[in-house]
């Protein structure tokens, strides 16, 4: 039996000592500094998210502490107190009024420390809160005025919608720089970086807390419910119709009146407790 041989021929190769391991150290000074970078990028990402949190907390709270309320505004101070203790603090500080953030390493949260173990917000002093888009120091720099409410001024009135406008709250945080000296580091131990959020909301909701209610709203504006004005006559009118319609057993148009307007759901749907 014949047997059919196969040989392959490679070029000579030259010589290649040390090759992989310069294109390594060629590679790893541009992902070394990456990898070191990523732990910092992902506490600055932290921390504005807690600056997010912050805003919206901010402004949230308007809309129960206002002058509208009973209580009235919360003071300024007051508010920026709260928001470094609660979303700039340790995690696990507990909720207490009146509660301040020390500078001290407790009340701090320990994972926004730089390469060198600083705490990255080194002062809580840092953390600012301010009002509207021109960043003002009171609640009532907060408002800007809106032109949608123009054409509705009148059923607004009459329904008692408030018309200041927009609320905003800001919340700003300055960060250290990180530590000079490392050139991977750069441009980060030299920006200034600050940190800034901010949240917008109508804090002059127009509620009710029953159908009895909304109708009472809407009948006392004559703007709003013109009909209204017929309330006087309705029974007359009801009276009229009821005579004369008797053999249909049909009833007057309840003039004036919202409540057969209302969406009710029967008893016999409801769940029983």
């Known amino acids: 039996m014949a047997t059919l041989r196969t040989t392959i021929a ?9 090759q992989a391991l310069t294109e390594f150290l060629v590679v790893a000074l541009a992902l ?88 990255l917000l080194d002062d809580f002093s840092r ?26 001024q009148l059923l607004a009135g009459g329904l008692g919608l408030g018309s200041r406008g927009i609320y905003t709250a800001n919340v700003s945080v300055a960060l250290a720089d990180l530590p000079a000296g490392l050139a991977f580091y750069r441009p980060f131990d030299e920006i200034g970086i600050v940190m800034t959020r901010s949240a917008s909301l109508l804090p002059d909701p127009w509620t009710a807390k029953d159908a009895e209610e909304v109708e009472e709203r ?15 006559v309705a029974g007359i009118v009801n009276g009229f119709v009821s005579v004369i319609e008797w053999p249909a057993g049909l009833s007057g148009p309840k003039l004036g009146e919202l409540e057969f307007w209302r969406d009710v759901v029967p008893e016999d749907r409801l769940e029983a407790d």
């Open 218 to 232: 809407i009948l006392r504006s004559a703007t709003v419910f013109p009909a209204g004005n017929l309330r006087g």
């Open 32 to 119: 070394i500094p990456l990898f070191l970078l990523i732990p910092i990028i992902a506490k600055y990402q932290d921390v504005a998210h807690a600056t997010q949190m912050a805003a919206r907390y901010a402004a949230f709270d308007a809309t129960v502490r206002n002058d509208a309320a009973a209580g009235g505004w919360k003071s300024e101070s007051e508010l920026a107190d709260e928001i470094r203790r609660r979303f700039f603090g340790a995690s696990d500080a507990p909720i207490k009024t009146g509660d301040v953030a020390g500078e001290f390493d407790a009340h701090r949260n320990l994972f926004w420390r730089g390469p060198d173990g600083n705490p």
């Open 127 to 152: 953390v600012t809160v301010s009002f509207g888009p021109g960043h003002g120091s009171t609640h009532g720099d907060a408002f800007e005025a809106v032109n949608d409410m123009t054409s509705f």
């Open 10 to 18: 490679f070029p000579a190769c030259g010589p290649q000592r040390g």
